[in-house]
């Protein structure tokens, strides 16, 4: 398994503004994703996080609000863009060995929008 | 589109005793995963289920995949105040790469 580290861990945030969350991991890994988790509800996958190119959104998701960056195997951003309170949520990001095999969570970011 | 579902949404468990969570896909798996988030925790992958039928244990936890790879189950015996938390099964299809949470089956253990 790999050791995934987050910042911030929480942040209460104003309207319209943005945050960048961070995402490390130890080792070098294929794939990262970003999910978001509403409290008491299940995971919903944002994106899929590629090296070296443009990832790759779900449907709902877009690069306007939620641009992510990933410059190496170690590690990603995501950005959420213009907050608004619907955005109050836990964004957790995984990494796995491939798209079919197990996926290992980041300790997640509690984000608060005002 | 694709969805799992899973139930029963809670369980309420007297420490000692068993229980069950499923989880069923309208469409064909190539896997299944089960994933366990404690309260204020992140999910921890517990196990993957490949092959029709499959059977999978771990200590007090057994897992079941269907033989159309289209369900599955966690079975829990003599339960612990240790397994409080919510239990998510995802799973991926053959043509959908992402993998796909369940609502999730949170479980309250009563000492």
């Known amino acids: 398994s790999a050791v995934i580290s987050q910042k911030p861990s929480r942040d209460i945030c104003q309207r319209g503004t943005s945050l960048t969350i961070q995402c490390q991991v130890d080792s070098q890994v294929t794939m990262m994703f970003w999910y978001r988790q509403q409290p008491g509800q299940s995971l919903t996958l944002i994106a899929t996080a590629n090296q070296g190119s443009e990832a790759t959104y779900e449907s709902g998701f877009v690069i306007d609000k939620f641009p992510i960056s990933r410059p190496n195997l170690t590690f990603s951003t995501l950005t959420v863009s213009n907050m608004s309170p619907e955005d109050s949520s836990i964004y957790l990001c995984?990494?796995?060995?491939?798209?079919?095999?197990?996926?290992?969570f980041g300790p997640g970011t509690r984000l608060t929008v005002l | 589109g694709q969805q799992v579902m899973q139930i029963p949404q809670y369980q309420h468990v007297q420490e000692g005793e068993d229980f069950t969570t499923y989880c069923n896909s309208s469409t064909t798996l190539s896997n299944i995963q089960w994933y366990k988030q404690r309260p204020g925790g992140h999910p921890v992958f517990l196990i993957q289920?490949?092959?029709?039928?499959e059977v999978k244990k771990q200590k007090r936890l057994t897992f079941q995949f269907g033989e159309a790879k289209k369900n599955s189950s966690l079975h829990i015996t003599a339960t612990q105040t240790t397994d409080v938390g919510t239990y998510f099964c995802?799973?991926?299809?053959?043509?959908?790469?992402?993998?796909?949470f369940g609502a999730g089956t949170q479980v309250v253990v009563t000492p």
């Open positions: 995802a799973g991926q299809g053959d043509s959908w790469g992402k993998l796909q």
């Open positions: 995984s990494v796995g060995r491939d798209v079919y095999n197990e996926q290992f």
């Open positions: 289920l490949v092959k029709s039928g």
